[in-house]
T-cell receptor
Framework: AQSVTQLGSHVSVSEGALVLLRCNYS??????LFWYVQYPNQGLQLLLK??????LVKGINGFEAEFKKSETSFHLTKPSAHMSDAAEYFC??????????????FGAGTILRVKS | NAGVTQTPKFQVLKTGQSMTLQCAQD?????MSWYRQDPGMGLRLIHY???????DQGEVPNGYNVSRSTTEDFPLRLLSAAPSQTSVYFC????????????FGPGTRLTVL
């Protein structure tokens, strides 16, 4: 069965500092991987995804993530944090590519706090 | 495009009451799903549908029913609410194949007393 582990339920950074949110996955075949962001009292919004091809994926709002198969990781980074980045971030793994349907398995989430 | 809409935004029920959470999308997506979000547990899949007339169970289906009579609508029914069903519920939709972006509704916050 597929699973996702996000290290650190809360991460605090200063404005302008590097953001690093960690995600490790478990999957029997190369997975499709996603990062979603949830702002307070809102639904989830896609930041970026990895399906095939280049392992360094760029997303919205200056975020990027690198798929590392050998480490089974998909960590999310942003070079310089902004106050508006404060939110909860979810890593997710998708259904196996040969299956029909688009089920997602989510990690527990990481709340990012940005200090001024 | 309204995207994915959910009603109501908030609901308080007493134990044993029933209700239906509504979800609609206007993007002609085949795939629709319901998740519940609980603190420290991320989102967990309740039920999903790959098209009109086709539904299946997710990770936490007990206490919930679904049906899909049209492409646009995917209601979630609680037949006899329990305090353990206090949660935030999200509906999502996408095109059918794995790897497609899922679009989420704004959520319904449900409290069962």
């Amino acid at each position: 069965a597929q699973s996702v582990t996000q290290l650190g339920s809360h991460v605090s950074v200063s404005e302008g500092a590097l953001v690093l949110l960690r995600c490790n996955y478990s999957s029997s075949v190369p997975p499709y991987l996603f990062w979603y962001v949830q702002y307070p009292n809102q639904g989830l919004q896609l930041l970026l995804k990895y399906t095939t091809g280049a392992t360094l994926v760029k997303g919205i709002n200056g975020f990027e993530a690198e798929f590392k198969k050998s480490e089974t990781s998909f960590h999310l980074t942003k070079p310089s944090a902004h106050m508006s980045d404060a939110a909860e971030y979810f890593c997710a793994v998708s259904s196996l590519p040969m299956e029909y349907g688009n089920k997602l398995v989510f990690g527990a989430g990481t709340i990012l706090r940005v200090k001024s | 495009n309204a995207g994915v809409t959910q009603t109501p935004k908030f609901q308080v029920l007493k134990t044993g009451q029933s209700m239906t959470l509504q979800c609609a999308q206007d993007m002609n997506h085949e795939y629709m799903s319901w998740y519940r979000q609980d603190p420290g547990m991320g989102l967990r899949l309740i039920h999903y549908s790959v098209g009109a007339g086709i539904t299946d169970q997710g990770e936490v289906p007990n206490g919930y029913n679904v049906s899909r009579s049209t492409t646009e609508d995917f209601p979630l029914r609680l037949l006899s609410a329990a305090p353990s069903q206090t949660s935030v519920y999200f509906c999502a939709s996408s095109f059918g194949r794995a790897g497609n972006e899922q679009f989420f509704g704004p959520g319904t916050r449900l409290t069962v007393l």
